[in-house]
């Protein structure tokens, strides 16, 4: 079994800064891809950032700049700092991770989201 636990988000003024994180725990050979997504009511998941494990990252067009994802190997953990936040920002962030286990098995894993909230 593998479980994430996401921790970060909150409630901040436009301008501000927020960073999330995400740990990963269970039963891991290694972990290859993490990434974070974004989802509002009625729109469908979207891409923020990820990270691969050599440490190359792609950001959606909307947060470079403003965002940065990084990750803690022995840790086990990914993290996106978000700068210059702005309303539109206003999601649920997810994080994502390719986990490979014990077995050689490659398999793909959520968090249970965090509520990130910029006001005007």
């Known amino acids: 079994q593998v479980q994430l636990v996401e921790s970060g988000g909150g409630s901040v003024q436009t301008g501000g800064s927020l960073r999330l994180s995400c740990a990963v725990s269970?039963?891991?050979?290694?972990?290859?891809?993490m990434g974070w997504h974004r989802q509002t009511p009625g729109k469908q998941r979207e891409m923020v950032a990820d990270i691969t494990s050599g440490g190359k990252t792609n950001y959606a067009d909307s947060v470079k700049g403003r965002f940065t994802i990084s990750r803690d190997n022995p840790k086990n953990t990914v993290y996106l700092q978000m700068d210059n936040l702005k309303p539109e920002d206003t999601a649920v962030y997810y994080c994502d991770v390719r986990v490979v286990n014990w077995n050689w098995r490659s398999t793909d894993y959520w968090g249970q989201g965090t509520q990130v909230t910029v006001s005007s």
């Open positions: 269970g039963s891991i050979r290694s972990i290859g891809y």
